[in-house]
C-alpha cells in the first residue's frame, strides 16, 4: 500500500495550490493522516495532520496558511495551500500518523517562486 500524492507545480510567491493524496484500502478511515514535507538539506517536516474524527493541527509555519481535510468516501485526503512563500518550496508527501514506512510514496514537488 502506498499514499500517493499529487497537485503540485510552480507557483508564484503569495499563490495558491491544493494537493490530492490518495490511498487504496480504509487507510483514511482507520489513521490519522499526515502531510509532510521535505526541502533539500532540510529535514522532513509535518506541516498538517487530520485525525479519524477530523481534528487537525498544524505547526506554526504554515498555520493560517494551510488546510488539511478529507474525503473518506472518494478515499482522498487534501491540503489547501494559500499564501505560499518561497520557504514553502519542497517535496511533499502523504502519510499516516504516526508514520508507516510502507506507506511512502512519490511526492509531489511544490515550488514557490517569481
Known amino acids: 500500500v502506498q499514499l500517493q500524492a499529487s497537485g503540485g507545480g510552480l507557483v508564484q510567491p503569495g499563490g495558491s495550490l491544493r494537493l490530492s493524496c490518495a490511498a487504496s484500502?480504509?487507510?483514511?478511515?482507520?489513521?490519522?493522516v499526515g502531510w509532510y514535507r521535505q526541502a533539500p538539506e532540510k529535514q522532513r517536516e509535518l506541516v498538517a495532520l487530520?485525525?479519524?474524527?477530523?481534528?487537525?493541527n498544524y505547526p506554526d509555519s504554515v498555520k493560517g496558511r494551510f488546510t488539511i481535510s478529507r474525503d473518506n468516501t472518494k478515499k482522498m485526503v487534501y491540503l489547501q495551500m494559500n499564501s505560499l512563500k518561497p520557504e514553502d518550496t519542497a517535496v511533499y508527501y502523504c502519510n499516516t500518523v504516526p508514520i508507516r514506512v510502507d506507506y511512502w510514496g512519490k511526492g509531489t514537488q511544490v515550488t514557490v517562486s517569481s
Open positions: 487530520i485525525t479519524r474524527g477530523d481534528s487537525t
Open positions: 484500502g480504509n487507510i483514511f478511515s482507520t489513521y490519522a
